[in-house]
């Protein structure tokens, strides 16, 4: 064991190359010799900094979460309540979305990250349960105190479904980014469309929720 790097640039390099890995063939294809060749590492050492197999899964799905969004619904809505006027609420909608357009777009978070957490949700795991714990029920409390409070009859069913419909342009465009980027003729999504973007969304979720168009 003594043979082994214990340098915090080494374990990342392993949790690089398996997100890498994972996202061009999925977390349930991986191995650990593939990680390894991949990193310059050997199987051995994989096992040294991570206990197993499932404990490197564990750490790949911690790093692709680490920076998501989704996490701070809750506290983006923390400035709002009962008392809050319509146009504060549209401004908080503005917030969410920019929000989760700058993560998955303006950040510098690696391109793997994006693919890993879509295959998390297709999952029924202790992985799937990291993910549930750490960002989906945070984002879903955030987004059940923003609707109650515009219309306090809303079924937690209609939440989710016009969270789901906010949020689904941006999550096609981080899932699907090669296809909708050959579409468009680029290598990246430009700060114009990025912006077009926000704005159609906001504008959208704004006059469904019957709220004033922000400026």
């Known amino acids: 064991m003594s043979g082994y790097s214990t340098s915090d640039t080494t374990k990342n390099k392993m949790i690089q ?7 061009a063939h999925g977390l349930a294809h991986l191995t650990t010799r593939m990680v390894a060749e991949r990193a310059g590492e050997n199987i051995g050492s994989i096992h040294y900094h991570f206990g197993s197999k499932d404990g490197l899964l564990e750490a790949v799905v911690r790093e692709a979460i680490g920076g998501c969004s989704h996490a701070d ?9 009962e008392d809050s006027t319509p146009a504060e609420l549209s401004a908080t909608i503005r917030s969410l979305v920019a929000s989760e357009i700058t993560d998955m777009f303006r950040s ?39 609707y109650k409070i ?14 789901v419909i906010m949020k689904m342009p941006i999550f096609a465009h981080a899932d699907y980014r ?7 003729g680029t290598d990246q999504y430009s700060e114009d469309y990025l912006q077009t973007m926000e704005d159609l969304i906001v504008k959208q979720t704004q006059l469904l929720l019957g709220l004033p168009l922000d400026q």
């Open 150 to 163: 515009i219309d306090p009859d809303m079924s937690p069913e209609e939440i989710h479904l016009r969270a």
């Open 108 to 146: 510098d978070r690696p391109q793997w990250h994006v693919p890993v957490i879509y295959q998390l949700l297709q999952r029924d795991d202790h992985l799937y349960d990291i993910f549930d714990e750490q960002v989906l029920q945070q984002s879903v409390s955030g987004f059940t105190k923003l």
């Open 178 to 184: 090669k296809a909708m980027l050959k579409m468009l």
């Open 73 to 81: 619904d809750l506290e983006i809505v923390k400035g709002i309540n």
């Open 17 to 23: 190359a398996a997100g890498e890995l994972a996202a």
